[in-house]
């Protein structure tokens, strides 16, 4: 018996105590690995809570998301569900290994209860291990990754965290002292990196380099027009009412302009639509971490 044999038979162990309501259980805890969930909570977080600790939370997301995508790519391993369809109790396209869900929700969550240090013992705890854990079970569960893919994707995950926790605010002291444009050419080359290895899927780079882009201009830019020498913007500002509504023009506005996007640029069958599709997520990137803080200073809700 091979690792994957051994993986459909474990799934299908576990699927012995599927009912619909656990299914739909664990449907809803998948989605918390899901895209779309940290871009609603990282938004939160750095419009309306801590710019600072979002943005190393959106750069070690964005970094996990596009080593996943390479070696997903790279290894090419069906999904279970491809190889015995009868475990396919959810349905996700891509590859199979490592499991992006595991590794996101490793490296996410460990690396927000190390930043958060005023969260107690067990709630790091529950953070770092617990989250990470039901995730991983509800991908085997669903039938969509092999226990395997999900081992695989925590310990990616965690070495990921672990780096930058080690490494980030030495690299970031370093970078500081560069000058623009050494620092925009630093960011361009890793992008390019990650489409050279990766062509087929170039939306983490795309969103790498204008959430990167973003940060620079919020930092550097407006401290230049502004004469105190001060930021015009920080999450930390405003009232809970003024929080709620700049987080939910934000949403609508990034919401928008994606899906305004998609529509607008090449489609796949386009020779175009590489660049496009990395032009598209760093155009996203760029307006969620410096036009929408620029717009929300803008309209007074700060």
Same mark, same amino acid.
């Given at each position: 018996?091979?690792?994957y044999e051994w993986?459909i ?6 699927q012995?105590?599927? %009912?619909?309501?656990?299914?739909a259980f664990?449907? =809803? *805890? ?6 779309y ?5 990282l938004t939160?977080?750095?419009w ?5 600790? #979002?943005?190393?939370?959106g ?6 998301? #596009? *080593? %996943? ?6 290894l090419?391993? /069906?999904? /279970?569900?491809i190889?015995d369809p009868s475990?396919?109790i959810g349905y ?9 869900h595991?590794q996101?929700? #490793? ?8 930043l958060?240090?005023n969260?107690k013992?067990?709630q790091?705890?529950? !953070?770092?291990?617990l989250?990470p854990l039901?995730? =991983?079970?509800?991908r085997v569960y !669903?039938g969509?990754h092999?226990p395997?893919d999900?081992?695989?994707?925590w310990v990616?995950g965690?070495?990921i965290s672990?780096a930058?926790? &080690?490494?980030?605010d ?9 000058r623009?444009s ?6 361009t080359?890793?992008?390019?990196v990650?489409n050279?290895i990766? /062509?087929?899927d170039?939306s983490?780079? =795309? ?6 882009l973003g ?5 550097d830019?407006t401290?230049l027009?502004n004469k105190? =020498?001060l930021? /015009?913007?920080?999450?930390k ?5 003024q929080?709620f509504i700049?987080?939910l023009?934000g949403?609508i506005?990034?919401a928008?302009?994606y899906?305004?996007?998609k ?5 796949a069958?386009?020779a175009?639509y590489?660049?496009?599709?990395? &032009?598209?997520?760093m155009?996203?990137?760029f307006?969620a971490?410096y036009l929408c803080p ?9």
């Amino acid at each position: 018996m091979d690792v994957y044999e051994w993986g459909i038979s474990v799934i299908k162990s576990i699927q012995t105590i599927a %009912n619909p309501f656990l299914t739909a259980f664990m449907k =809803g *805890i998948s989605a918390i690995g899901e895209p779309y969930f940290y871009l609603l909570f990282l938004t939160f977080l750095l419009w309306c809570v801590d710019e600072k600790k #979002a943005f190393s939370l959106g750069f070690l997301q964005v970094f996990s998301g #596009a *080593i %996943n995508t390479c070696i997903k790519y790279t290894l090419a391993i /069906p999904r /279970p569900f491809i190889k015995d369809p009868s475990v396919g109790i959810g349905y996700y396209s891509g590859f199979s290994t490592p499991s992006g869900h595991a590794q996101g929700s #490793a490296s996410f969550w460990s690396y927000f209860a190390y930043l958060f240090t005023n969260l107690k013992r067990y709630q790091k705890f529950l !953070l770092a291990f617990l989250i990470p854990l039901i995730v =991983g079970f509800s991908r085997v569960y !669903l039938g969509v990754h092999y226990p395997t893919d999900v081992m695989l994707g925590w310990v990616i995950g965690y070495l990921i965290s672990l780096a930058f926790m &080690l490494f980030l605010d030495t690299v970031l002291t370093l970078v500081r002292r560069l000058r623009w444009s050494f620092k925009i050419l630093i960011i361009t080359l890793i992008c390019i990196v990650f489409n050279e290895i990766c /062509p087929q899927d170039t939306s983490m780079p =795309g969103l790498l380099f204008g959430l990167a882009l973003g940060s620079l201009f919020l930092k550097d830019v407006t401290v230049l027009i502004n004469k105190k =020498g001060l930021l /015009p913007f920080s999450a930390k500002t405003g009232t809970q009412t003024q929080k709620f509504i700049r987080w939910l023009i934000g949403v609508i506005f990034v919401a928008i302009l994606y899906i305004g996007l998609k529509f607008i640029f090449p489609t796949a069958e386009n020779a175009w639509y590489t660049l496009f599709r990395t &032009l598209r997520y760093m155009i996203i990137g760029f307006v969620a971490s410096y036009l929408c803080p620029v717009l929300f200073v803008k309209l007074k809700l700060t």
